[in-house]
Nanobody, 125 residues
């Protein structure tokens, strides 16, 4: 069973918006910190955004700050990534990740315990 399932990717024109969702099948989802990462063709996977278990703290890569918003609904075991003002350079496979520990640096990939299989986002110019 996959613990994390992403959805919401697709093809959009530059300047458009998409909302990604990640549904988690883990016990006590509300205690997990969650993150979004992305990997473009020929590039390393990189941090995009993260949110603490409580939703009180969020973190963003400089490249998406002001355009993307991460949020969560603990009652639905879901984390979201609202992406506005999309650019062609946002084209990538977007991954959801879950960290069951607290106080980790959520920009680091090695702190996460579970990963989804990704959803493709393609932004045309």
């Amino acid at each position: 069973q996959r613990q994390l399932v992403e959805s919401g990717g697709g093809l959009v024109q530059a300047g458009g918006s998409l909302r990604l969702s990640c549904v988690a099948s883990v016990r006590a989802f509300s205690t997990y910190d969650m993150g979004w990462f992305r990997q473009a063709p020929g590039k390393e996977r990189e941090f995009v955004a993260a949110i603490r278990w409580s939703g009180d703290s969020t973190y963003y890569a400089n490249s998406v700050k002001g355009r993307f918003t991460i949020s969560r609904d603990n009652a639905k075991n879901t984390v979201f990534l609202q992406m506005n003002s999309l650019k062609p350079e946002d084209t990538a496979l977007y991954y959801c990740a879950a960290d069951r520990s607290t106080f980790n640096n959520l920009t680091r990939q090695d702190v996460y315990d579970y990963w989804g299989q990704g959803t493709q986002v393609t932004v045309s110019s």
